[in-house]
C-alpha cells in the first residue's frame, strides 16, 4: 500500500456493519453475507458498548483516553468483546480471561502509540512548520516504541494463538487486526518477533469458516481499524499536545 499525504476521512463513533474485525468475527460464526451480517449487528451489538471493560471506561473528562484519538481502539475491544460474549469466544477460565485482558491493554497501547505518532507528531495539524506526513520518520519512531510491547505480546500468547493450538478466542481476532494494520503502516514490525509472525500466519491459514473471510475481496482492502496515514485533522487542545510519548 503507498502511503500518501493526509485525507479527511469519517470518524464518527463505530457503526458495527462497516467494521473489518465485526466482519471477519461475524464470518467465523458462520454468519455470512451482507443481508446475515447486518441483521446480526442490528439484533445483537446494538449495544455493543455495554461489554466496554471497565479499564477503558472514561468516568469522567480527567479519565479519559486522550490518546485514543478517535475513540477507534475503545469501541473496538467493546465490539469484539460484544461479539465474543454472543458468540462462544470469551474464554471461560478466569486465568486465561485475564491473559486476554493483559493483551487488550497492550494492543490499546500500541494502537494509540501509532496514530499519535501518525496524526499529533509525524503529521502535527497543531504545528505551522509540518504539513506533509514524514512516513519514515514515524516509523522509525514507531519501531523503537513498537519492540518492548511485541516482547510483551509474546510472553502471552501461548503459540500459535493466545490460548495454544486451540480455537482462537476474542482477543485473537483483535490482536489479528491490530497488527495486521500495523505492518501496513511498519512493514518490517514483525521481522525481530517470530512468535507474532507465526501467530499472523497461523490465523490467515485457520481451517474454519474464517477461511471464507479471507478468501474475500472485503478483507484484502483496507485497514481494520485505523488507516496508515493521518485521518485526524482536528486541533488538540493546548493543554493536550504532547512533545512524545511513552
Known sequence: ???????????????????????MMLTSRMQIGEEHQKIACDRKLSNYMDHCPDWLKA??????????LDNKMTETIAVVRA??????????????????????????????????????????????????????????????????KAKALEELVTGPFIMGDTLPVHADYLLY???????????????????LSTFMEKFWSYPSPIRRWFKSNESKTGEYIRPPTPHIMELLPEDQIQGDIH
Open 177 to 195: 487486526a491490530c497488527l495486521y494494520d500495523i505492518t501496513v503502516f511498519c512493514p518490517t514490525a514483525l521481522e525481530n518477533h517470530p512468535k
Open 59 to 68: 468516568k469522567d473528562d480527567t479519565s479519559k483516553n486522550w490518546m485514543d
Open 83 to 148: 461479539i465474543g460474549a454472543e458468540w462462544f469466544l470469551i474464554p471461560d477460565d478466569p486465568e486465561q480471561f485475564k491473559k486476554c485482558e493483559e493483551i487488550e491493554k497492550i494492543l490499546f497501547s500500541i494502537m494509540n502509540t501509532m496514530v499519535y505518532l501518525i496524526n499529533k507528531i509525524c503529521f502535527a495539524p497543531n504545528s505551522t512548520e509540518c504539513n506533509n506526513f514524514d512516513v519514515e520518520y514515524a516509523r522509525t519512531r514507531f519501531t523503537a516504541k513498537f519492540g518492548p
Open 1 to 23: 500500500m503507498t502511503l500518501l499525504n493526509p485525507e479527511k476521512v469519517e470518524t464518527g463513533p463505530l457503526d458495527p456493519i462497516k467494521s473489518k474485525v465485526v466482519k
